[in-house]
DNA sequence: AGCGGAATTTGAATCGATCCAACAAAAATG
DNA sequence: CATTTTTGTTGGATCGATTCAAATTCCGCT
């Protein structure tokens, strides 16, 4: 016998219960959201009517504008959504985000959107309490629209020199003197490097005018790591062969087709990113050289993965977890504070590196 | 100059926007969004008014109240949030579910808890327009809290017997039957399953009478399609040692020690998932037994990782990514009904499995 | 019966926007 | 100049809950 008004499914609110169950909304509401206050026999007639009439409990949007705090942080990103679970880096990183939001009950959110168009709304509309932001590419316009939501955020990786913003990264120069180091005492002595972007959607060899005006911090700091170090041992810098790529196979491949095309192959590479050194090995191998006895390499960043290669990958370590454990706990207990963290890295030497060859 | 009240950080509400640039609170509202209707002048100033208070744009609290959609489809699990990204066949699933989420231009909001109460919670108070579900333990609560909600939901995996909730899932007898036939095929004689749940929290060798309580009728039908091939290869499948595990590292090694503790060691192993597949194959590279040499074995899922272990594992393969996009499409374009697909599998033959040694 | 205090319940206010019918002003038409 | 159209603006209603001060009811006690 159902009205034609009630045929449309207009979903029930908390004020129907109230009125079928003959209280206010007032205490309809507790019933949900504080039983322990309304009197039990009151309690149990609400709940049956609410039974009875298919509610579906109070609707988290409604209860949200009110409270204010969603509870869930947003994790952005300019990469496809994918990107948070192919990347072995970006995977390291949300785990410890997630350690740090299951400790507190928070949810996570993934923003993403490849054109620019959806971002700028992806960003917007995102329903967090704040934003952890990986900055690959098209890093300094996603800070730009997060800025806008005047919600905590927190930028991580390569970041920029905008001091007004949180961020937490790692000691780039110090953990590129490392691996420099390592190779120079090797007896290496003609090098390549492997690098992230200084600037957004470039590849290439790079010169010396893009390392001036580099966007992406990071990269330059890891290049000036890897530089000092190699200029202490005597090194000619100005002869390294930098090329750029975007952290992935295609510009990888590239990189290393350019870099050995040129006289002089290098018996070293410094790769930024433990991404690009895996490629490399697998590229190494296929051209037939071998690793480390024709050419070490050292990666950035110690993704599990590259202790499975072969040879296993030596590498810059970044406590990955642990910055993403930071990260959403500067979200979660945000003070509105701007707060900039700078890791250590750890030194992790494996098979991939060796003497130089004899000439 | 500011005055006390200003003092408090109490954010800026479009209706204060409105004030200050004398218009109603419509026009303001529809400066942000729908400018085209609003007078360029009018528009401007109000756009002015806004920058110069720092305002952050309507805030999606509101909005959402309004719209009623969320535009995000979330995803939940017993397991805790960092399943999402290290789980092989998880991210697989994810990688599927983000393609239709970025496509369409949806966000995912990652729901879990380990601990029910929390699970409930958070469950109830997701911002979400619907969700896919991840049965892997606790798959029932799940469902029915998910029911409670009202929103479209899809359960993934190992379904029930439930016809009222829509789930995809595989053809589970089919590809057990091609695992066990490839193996008998290969001359085995003496087979142990590694097995996936039947019920929640449960290890330990299965016995019929737990096979028939099953609650997961996955499970159930893996193990069916196992034995009737076998069957029909004249095996005594009474005799098959059948151990539960919960798809990790340590029950899974438990289920190997004491599988090969029994007199008559097996010479060939049908896991439930690639993941105790793999763990398999470790644990007899340390006992000293060859794969496939000395036993072979053939996992089921067809994750990644399955195709760079060594041996490189042969296994059934489900689509995982297509599940993930048809899941999330379910979300995506809900119209009401109950949908339940069952998808195919694939038999991935590599180098885990060979003929059966000769006695 | 009368009183004080604790336990419940009420209902208006609020959270922050969007929508839309009605109105006003400006422009086009006869 | 009067009338229609077009274009913009207004302000009240609404989305679905929670909160809190005030009002009411309940209870034990003298």
Chains 1, 2 share one sequence.
């Not at 045929?7 to 019933?31: E, F, K, M, Y």
């Not at 990264?169 to 492997?194: C, P």
Request: overall charge negative.
């Amino acid at each position: 016998m159902a009205s034609l008004l009630e045929g449309q499914a207009r979903p029930i609110r908390l004020a129907d219960i109230a009125r079928a169950a003959g209280v206010s909304h007032g205490t309809a509401s507790n019933v949900f959201s504080r039983p322990e206050i309304v009197r039990a026999e009151v309690r149990e007639r609400v709940k049956a009517v609410a039974e009875q009439m298919g509610y579906a409990g109070p609707d988290p949007k409604g209860r949200l504008l009110r409270a204010g705090k969603v509870n869930a942080i947003g994790v952005a990103t300019t990469e496809p959504l994918s990107y948070f679970f192919d990347d072995p880096f970006a995977r390291v990183m949300m785990a410890g985000i997630s350690e740090a939001c299951d400790a507190t009950g928070a949810g996570i959110a993934l923003v993403s959107a490849a054109n620019q168009e959806k971002l700028a709304w992806n960003v917007q509309s995102a329903l967090v309490d704040g934003f952890i932001l990986f900055c690959i590419e098209g890093g300094s316009r996603l800070v730009d629209l997060t800025r806008e939501r005047r919600l905590p955020f927190v930028a991580l990786e390569l970041g920029f020199q905008d001091e007004t913003v949180s961020a937490i990264g790692v000691d780039n120069v110090a953990g590129a003197r490392l691996a420099a180091r390592h190779l120079a005492e090797f007896g290496h002595r003609r090098f390549a490097v492997l690098s992230l972007g200084f600037a957004d959607n470039r590849t290439g060899f790079v010169t010396p005018e893009v390392v001036r005006s580099a966007v992406y911090t990071g990269t330059r700091d890891r290049l000036a790591g890897y530089f000092e170090e190699l200029s202490g041992f005597g090194i000619d810098t100005a002869k390294i062969p930098v090329y750029e790529t975007e952290n992935e196979e295609k510009s990888t491949r590239a990189g290393l087709e350019a870099i050995f095309a040129r006289g002089e192959p290098p018996t070293a590479i410094l790769a930024m990113s433990d991404r690009m050194a895996l490629i490399a090995i697998d590229w190494l191998r296929a051209r037939g050289l071998a690793v480390p006895d024709d050419v070490s390499i050292v990666g950035f960043d110690g993704v599990p993965d590259g202790a499975l290669s072969t040879p296993p990958l030596t590498t810059i370590a970044q406590p990955i977890t642990e910055i993403g454990r930071r990260a959403a706990r500067m979200i979660l207990d945000h003070d509105g504070a701007v707060r900039r963290e700078t890791m250590g890295v750890e030194f992790v030497v494996r098979g991939s590196t060796g003497p130089a060859p004899k000439v």
